[in-house]
């Protein structure tokens, strides 16, 4: 018959829990999949709603971001060159549009609107 609860001489107990992974294997798996973080912080006075805040934060890659429809930082003139690019000539497209108008109506025109 054997006792359970003892060990064989010269051996130990092995530990019984997930496997370990380095901190890069760790953040490797949070990017690939993205993670969201979300939190409200409300401030209240006299039971007054003075101020809230909610927070969400999706941590992921690049590319998981893009699987998930979030691509603001390429629209972004203050982030992205071409957004800024395609923004300067979307303006410049608008004022060459209204200064051929106001130079079709007339020299009258023109004059008054400035």
Do not use: C, H, Y
């Amino acid at each position: 018959m054997t006792d359970l609860g003892t060990w064989p001489a010269g051996t130990a107990p092995q530990p019984v829990g997930p496997p370990g992974g380095s901190l890069a294997d760790l953040l490797e798996r949070v990017l690939d999949k993205g993670i969201v973080i979300a939190g409200d912080i409300k401030i209240n006075l006299l039971d007054i709603e003075l101020l809230t805040i909610r927070l969400r934060l999706f941590i992921a890659s690049v590319e998981t971001a893009k699987k998930a429809g979030i691509d603001w930082w390429e629209t972004d003139p203050a982030l992205s060159s071409r957004a800024a690019r395609d923004a300067l000539t979307e303006e410049n497209a608008r004022l060459r549009a209204r200064l051929e108008a106001l130079e079709e109506a007339g020299p009258d025109t023109a004059e008054g609107a400035t």
